[in-house]
């Protein structure tokens, strides 16, 4: 979850329309720092559901065919009766719906199998992380109203639909009472490419000096030029600066006066991907040289055109004279 800065009032951060639909979970860190976190909605929550529900099954299965052949092993005959057996499934039943959810939200920092693979995570109403007493409380009400819904099932689904769909937060019922909510760990924002280097800088970025300069300081820069347009100001130019500093730390020369900041950091990248980009195209080419690949076809020059046969002029026959003076 990332962390915008604190908004002044009455603006709103680029890219973040007024109605909040950006982050609409509400949710602000201990620094009075608004948390960019969106609420998970009935459809991503219950295609979560889904993927648990194989994977209570198949622990059920699981369970299943090794606690069985143990008790018959292990207990004598006459101890096994129905009443025991009864026990047993009613135990494996509580371990299948309760104590798989429980287990996973603690031991996975909120996340079930599901909710990992869909992008989720329990977490408390203030944003904290989830406690024991919560996720067994929202497994418990679960259980017993909204799935399997041991009471009442149609109506207590349709029930936990309707609390859903109308809370702002989409909570279930079961985050009602435990004081939870399910937030998205995945960011929404498109991907922009980083932005190109200026003309007048051009001749200034190809003497630069970029050995000192290691991928987390450039990856830092990516990430303010592909996305620096949602941090408000005065933070976006603060921050700016400030990778400016560390980036003029380790390169050489020093840059043309009076040139943004923004400017330099997108002129230091732009030429960083350039001389990356010709340096795996050389090695390409002398790997290709040195092991050319087999399932490549050679290119096989076209045989020259054998020369065409002399055309041989047809004899023409003499003609003579019939007088005997010879020719005329």
């Given at each position: 979850m990332s962390a915008q800065p604190p908004v002044p009032s009455g603006t709103v951060p680029t890219g973040v329309d007024p109605a909040g639909h950006w982050a609409d979970a509400g949710l602000v860190s201990g620094e009075a720092v608004a948390l960019d976190v969106r609420a998970a909605r009935l459809g991503s929550r219950v295609l979560a559901l889904l993927i648990d529900i194989a994977g209570q099954l198949f622990c059920a299965a699981l369970l299943a065919l090794t606690l069985t052949p143990l008790v018959l092993i292990v207990l004598p005959d006459q101890v096994v009766d129905r009443a025991l057996t009864g026990a047993l499934e009613t135990l494996g039943l509580v371990l299948v719906v309760v104590g798989y959810p429980v287990l996973w939200e603690r031991l996975n920092h909120g996340r079930t199998p599901g909710k990992l693979a869909v992008g989720l995570r329990v977490v408390s109403a203030d944003g904290g992380p989830v406690q024991w007493r919560q996720s067994l409380t929202r497994?418990?009400?679960?259980?017993?109203?909204?799935?399997?819904?041991?009471?009442?099932?149609?109506?207590?689904?349709?029930?936990?639909?309707?609390?859903?769909?109308?809370?702002?937060?989409?909570?279930?019922?079961?985050?009602?009472?435990?004081?939870?909510?399910?937030?998205h760990t995945r960011t929404t924002h498109p991907w922009r490419p980083?932005?190109?280097?200026?003309?007048p800088l051009v001749g200034w970025a190809t003497t630069l000096d970029l050995t000192r300069l290691d991928d987390a300081l450039a990856l830092a820069v990516r990430q303010y030029l592909t996305r620096g347009q949602q941090i408000v100001e005065p933070y976006r130019s603060r921050l700016a600066r400030e990778l400016w500093r560390e980036v003029a730390a380790v390169t050489a020369p020093t840059p043309p006066p009076g040139v943004p900041e923004p400017l330099?950091?997108?002129?230091?990248?732009?030429?960083?991907?350039?001389?990356?980009?010709?340096?795996?195209?050389?090695q390409r080419a002398l790997t290709a040289s040195l092991w050319p690949d087999p399932a490549t076809p050679a290119v096989v020059a076209p045989a020259a055109d054998p020369p065409a046969p002399a055309r041989v002029r047809p004899a023409v026959p003499v003609l003579r004279s019939a007088s005997p003076d010879g020719p005329a």
């Open positions: 497994a418990l009400v679960g259980a017993a109203v909204e799935w399997p819904g041991l009471v009442l099932p149609l109506l207590s689904w349709v029930a936990g639909a309707t609390v859903m769909l109308t809370d702002p937060r989409g909570r279930r019922l079961g985050d009602l009472v435990a004081g939870t909510m399910v937030v980083a932005p190109a280097i200026v003309a330099l950091l997108a002129a230091v990248l732009a030429e960083r991907n350039r001389r990356g980009s010709l340096r795996l195209r050389h």
